[in-house]
Every structure is written in structure tokens, then in C-alpha cells.
Nanobody, 128 residues
Framework: QVHLVESGGGSVQAGGSLRLSCATS?????????MAWYRQGPEKEREGVAT???????TYADSVKGRFTIAQDKAKNILTLQMNSLKPEDTAMYYC?????????????????????WGQGTQVTVSS
């Protein structure tokens, strides 16, 4: 059984930066060829932030393009999300997720139901 554990959340002022990490353990993480960061703000639906496919392909939500960068350290089994120029609207619980997509086109931001493996989340709060 694969486990995902997020860390790195916190409180920052607008314009600041945070780096989230998702450590993976247990099972064969390499069966999960697609990993993603999702977030859920107060009274909002869960939304996709960024995806990382095993061939290095990445996708981003329009709201974070140019500010956030998703990356994977395969040797350490860690997925990261570098968040720069943070805005108050980025305030949310951030979740790491993993799935076996079976193809780049199936590694999508708009399909949270396609991810069977989730972490517990890490809170990010951005103040104005």
C-alpha cells in the first residue's frame, strides 16, 4: 500500500514563497505514473493545481501558471511544489495524489476521481 505524506505548508504574506513536499512510501510507487497536487479552499471544491507524468510532462491550472513549479525527485520518491508570488486566493489545504494513468493524456487536472491514493494534506495560508 502506497502512502503519501505532505509537508511544507504554513502561513506567509502575499508575495511570499513556500515549497511543499510529498514523501511516498510503501508499495511500488512506480506503478503510479501520474502524480498531482490538488487544493481545497474554504467552502470551495477540490481543484487541480499541477500534474507530473512519469515522462516529465507537467500541466498547471491557469491560476498558478508561471508561479508554481511541480517536480519529482525519483531517487528520493518525493514530489515537490514550489510556490512563488503567493496570493491570498492560494489559501487552501494542499493534497498530493497518485494514480496509474496509463498514458500522458490520462494524467489530468480535472479528474480528481481518477486518483485513488491521497495524502492527508498540508495547510497553506496566505495573508494580504
Amino acid at each position: 500500500q502506497v502512502h503519501l505524506v505532505e509537508s511544507g505548508g504554513g502561513s506567509v504574506q502575499a508575495g511570499g514563497s513556500l515549497r511543499l513536499s510529498c514523501a511516498t512510501s510503501g508499495g511500488d510507487i512506480y506503478r503510479s505514473d501520474c502524480m498531482a497536487w490538488y487544493r481545497q479552499g474554504p467552502e470551495k471544491e477540490r481543484e487541480g493545481v499541477a500534474t507530473f507524468y512519469i515522462d516529465g510532462t507537467t500541466t498547471y491550472a491557469d491560476s498558478v501558471k508561471g508561479r508554481f513549479t511541480i517536480a519529482q525527485d525519483k531517487a528520493k520518491n518525493i514530489l515537490t511544489l514550489q510556490m512563488n508570488s503567493l496570493k491570498p486566493e492560494d489559501t487552501a489545504m494542499y493534497y498530493c495524489a497518485a494514480t496509474r494513468a496509463g498514458g500522458r493524456s490520462n494524467c489530468r487536472l480535472d479528474s480528481p476521481w481518477a486518483f485513488p491514493i491521497w495524502g492527508q494534506g498540508t495547510q497553506v495560508t496566505v495573508s494580504s
